[in-house]
């Protein structure tokens, strides 16, 4: 569903992201992982569009590259920024009907989509007028997902859900991710916690110094040395690649 | 007093609404449009025009002078808006968002060719636009005060409670606070930014040219009536929080109540009164008195 | 000290030969006007020294230090009036009221200082804009001090014996003021105050933790801009025996800012250039008053866009750089830096104890406690969102804990600003590269040296030192080049030279690692160790673990504001509440996993 090839990302003289290539299949959830500082921001907003990138990015067979954020929105590639990023000064029906932007021509759809929502996440219902900003930090995630399918993607990019949640709100937004993707949705996960991404991944790549140094079934990564090495240093540190 | 202060939120109620133009354009741009004097004074000439060229088209008595007003406003916003296209691409994209404020400089450019041009057209000399309902003074008790005046009360604070409806309300409202907050999780939602922008030039300038047919029946109307006009806008937006619109409004008639109260004791002194709040306010608190803080990320 | 005294006369009479060539066209100038017999001339020749006055000191401000006033009007009727009222009321000597014009307007300055500093952006703006607006209406309505539009006539001239200044005199009385304010002026801004109001223009905090007092050097901006623009207001009155309100408009305070803009903001030829052109403006469409506004407007409107350094940095960039004064100077090794304070003792050098901060309610630190060592290499690390950048920021002084006490070499250092404590020895780079990225690399170790380098002190000696520093690091052959212009790993490497300018006893370094490639950081590595055995006590925050675990003689592990691990790099390894902080839990919960309906698609 989604090739990305070859692409790299610079800050000015920066180079965060160095020809990286990732392919998402449809239906697959792919876990991105890494050390802070790898480069996996840098991926999310290459393929985003929300930064200027070099090299190629397929999406469903066409070439989206050239494309404004917006149009790779409007064609189905959606993300959950790092941080979420609400609109915190704005309700969490607002920041709802936000995400219905692209579809403002037909609000018996956005309604719906929002009733969909809040059947997902009950949580958002019963804040539903409440100012985002006032969210708990697992509210403001699950805000921050509804408010990216609201744009009704075929592709929902996560950036580090777990940011700064506990470990058990961490996982319900996790098992959420697996409902999703038993209804159809294709996921790319970017995380920190690697433990819980590759629990709930198919497949997965270790993004070390803004290269792929890793790559392969999840479950395998998951018993691989190699993955806290490239966290946490050792012996074999920086053979990886 | 009572008249001081009707006076007073009358004139402060302009500067909401030019303190409310910039702002729209400051949240979704970082930016300000320093030539808004401009606009303002060529605003209330394209009325003075618009008046005049209807009446010569259709006969002096064919319609109430009450609808050439309404029309000249309308026309003044319309042209003032458009206008703010060019001003957004010459002088302001092509320094947003990056540092040095170099806008400042370009749209101060973009005012004097406008005044310049405007002053080729229109000469130097000052001219009335008369009000719609004419210039009797109304009597309450001891205050006097004159029709316009209540014209432009009304009037301002229906667009400014308009803006504040609008902004909190609508569709549009949301995706200019959805840019002002965060332009990258905007566009992710599929919206437009560089528009969205473009609009915001549109409306403030539209906000300006609107004030200038406004106030033209109160000061007579010269080209140069305009630059106060927004300077106080400005300061009004300023302290009283550039982030914040209902606090550009609350600033704008603070700025014209002190500017009234002070009159009554000496009129002289007014606009120095105005301008001193500014500083002492500024030296208080930096970032207005209803504004937030931006906090630079280390 | 027999080196030192032998140098001095050499140092002294090469000012003069680097003087020589503005005092040849001074000469040249003065001869010129001269023979000018037209008083059109003559009176352009006037305005254009005067505005160039203005403008240098304008320059200063809004070119140098980045604050773009916008009431500049206002310090011209300051020292135009001061002259008026003291030669009217109270009958002083012209050329004592003239000398006090400066002073006025300078203290008039600190006044609109005062509020400025606390503001930026289009703040500034306007806190400048209100004071010239001010000023204006002061004037105009004031009348019986001001005399408003009526002005105030009789302003005694300067006088050769009885005979007044003719405008011939005037002419010669600018230009040599203009050559004595070019030459002040070249020798402050190409040295420590221009450097320091550079630095502070391109990243105040940067500035600030590079032991420069971001506040003093904007207040002595603003007074030198005031001051200069005073004398320029002063000359105008006297000249014309007769100075009104009209003269005080908003334009004024525009034409000064565009003065130095067009001409070139930052460069030291700047205001010349810029005097230059809108006078011969002026003079060219003086017949149509109408088209020269236009014109003033769409300069204003283009000019920034199409030359960005304006007309003097547009033609620089066409001349060849000249950087040759580095090549042959003989460095002393880094080796034997001279640190007379904090002899490293028995104790840590530094102590942090108790040390909180919260933001609205996220607590970022939380009674963290830390001893750093000289000699030694620490490492603070901790995931996303731990909290350690703030303590960076902390011990820096650009956050001001909430509560807890930090102390260097003993001293309670919890309350100083980033400039002091950059003086007393703590030095830093940041997370995302704060290079001074349109200055060379050698000016942006000397601003580093800033506290090091004394106001009295030869250039040559610290240039010396800034070089020695850049040899260390093995940048020298890149010491003229412009920070920016170079690699990343160059330039975090220039971050680094600029924080070890300083003498520092202590060195705080954020990921210093991020961005650069394996062979980078090994190299990065290296280095840091070097500094560790010059004596400094280094913190780094990291993440690439590779490079903690290998050099670092202390780790300290920060999860969500708490201190979690302390240890060297085996005990960090291993230590579990750090493995779960990291990788999270290693059973963590795998609802509904891949496992269980992988067979359910095809893919």
Known sequence: ??????????????????????????????????????????????????????GRVTFDG?????????????????????????????????????????????????????????ALFPRLLERRDQIAGTLSGGEQQMLAIARALMTE?????????????????????????????????????????????????????????????????????RRDPRIREAYLGGDLAHHAA | MLQAIIGGLTLGSVYALIALGFNLTYTTTRTLNFAQGDFVSVGAFVGLGTVGVLTAALGADAVGYVWLYALAA???????????????????????????????????????????????????????????????VFRVGEAGFRSQELVVLVLAFAILGAFDLAMRRTAIGRCMRAVALNRDAAALMGIDVPRVMAMAFLASSALAGLSGVLVAPILSASLFMGVIIA????????????????????GGLLIGLVESLTALWSAQWREIMVFLLVILVLAMAPNGLFGRKLVEKV | ????????????RSALLRAAPTLGIGAALVALALTLSNDFYLYVAFMAGVYYICASGMNVLAGYAGQKSLGQAGLFAAGAYTVALLTTRLELPPALALAAAPLVAAAVGVLIALPSLRVKGPSLALVTLAFGLVVEKLVTEWTDLFGGAQGIYGIAPLALGDEPFALKHWVVLVIVLGVAVHLALSHLLNGRFGRALLALQSDEIAAECAGISVYRYKTLAFVLAAALCGLGGALVAQQNQYFNSDFVTFHLSVFILLLVLLGGAGNIYGPIAGAAILTMTEVFLAQWPSVQHFIYGAMLLFALYLMPTGVAGAIARVLPRRMAVLDGMETPPLT?????????????????????????GVVTADKVGLRLHAHRIHALIGPNGAGKSTLINILTG???????????????????????????????????????????????????????????????????KAKAVLDFVGLGEHAGALAGSLPYGLQRRVELARALAGDPVLLLLDEPAAGLNPRETAELGQLIKRIGQLGIAVLMVEHDMGLVMRISDEIVVLDRGVVIAEGGPRDIQTNPRVIEAYLGREDSPAPDGPEVDKEERAC
Request: aromatic share 4%; hydrophobic share 50%; net charge positive.
């Open chain 2, 74 to 136: 309308v026309a003044a916003a319309l042209a003032m808006g458009v206008l703010g296209l060019p001003l957004y691409l010459a002088a302001i994209r092509p320094f947003a968002g990056k540092p040095g404020m170099s806008w400042v400089v370009s749209t101060i450019g973009f005012g004097i060719v406008l005044q310049s041009a405007a002053l080729s057209v229109w000469g130097l000399g000052a001219r009335m636009l008369p009000a719609p309902f004419g210039d009797e």
């Open chain 3, 336 to 360: 034997a830096m001279e640190r007379g304070r904090a002899e490293p003792s028995a104790g840590p050098l530094l102590e942090v104890a108790d040390v909180s901060k919260a933001f609205g």
């Open chain 1, 153 to 221: 993607p075929k592709l929902l990019i996560l950036d580090e859900p777990s940011l700064g949640l506990a470990p058990i709100i961490t996982a319900d937004i996790f098992r959420t991710l697996v409902g999703l993707r038993r209804d159809g949705m294709t996921i790319l996960l970017v995380e920190q916690m690697a433990n819980q991404a590759l629990a709930i991944a198919d497949r997965a790549y270790v993004l070390e110094g803004g290269s792929i140094v890793l790559e392969g079934a999840a479950p395998a990564l």
């Open chain 1, 1 to 54: 569903m989604l090739t990305v090839a070859d692409l790299s990302v610079s800050y000015g003289p920066i180079r965060a992201l160095r020809g990286v290539s990732i392919r998402v299949g449809a239906g697959e959830i792919v876990a991105l992982i890494g050390a802070n500082g790898a480069g996996k921001s840098s991926l999310l907003r290459g393929i985003t569009g929300l930064v200027p990138a070099a």
């Open chain 1, 62 to 118: 066409r070439p989206i590259d050239g494309l404004s954020t917006p149009q790779r929105v409007a064609l189905g590639v959606a993300m959950a920024p790092e941080g979420r990023q609400i609109f915190t000064d704005q309700t969490v029906h607002e920041n709802l009907l936000l995400g219905g932007h692209l579809l403002r021509s037909q609000p018996q759809r956005i309604a719906a989509n929002i009733d969909r929502f809040y």
């Open chain 3, 1 to 12: 000290m027999m080196e030192a005294s032998v140098l001095r006369p050499a140092a002294r």
């Open chain 3, 398 to 464: 650009v956050i001001t804990a909430d509560s807890g006490t930090i102390r260097l070499a003993g001293q309670d250092i919890t309350r100083g600003a980033p400039h002091a404590r950059a003086a007393s020895g703590i030095a830093r780079t940041f997370q995302n590269l704060r290079l001074f990225g349109s200055m060379t690399v050698l000016d942006n170790v000397l601003i580093g040296a800033h506290a090091r380098i004394s106001v009295t002190g030869r250039e040559e000696d610290a240039v010396a």
């Open chain 2, 231 to 250: 300077l106080k806008g400005f300061s009004a937006a300023i302290i009283g929080g550039l982030t914040n619109p209902r606090g550009c409004m609350a």
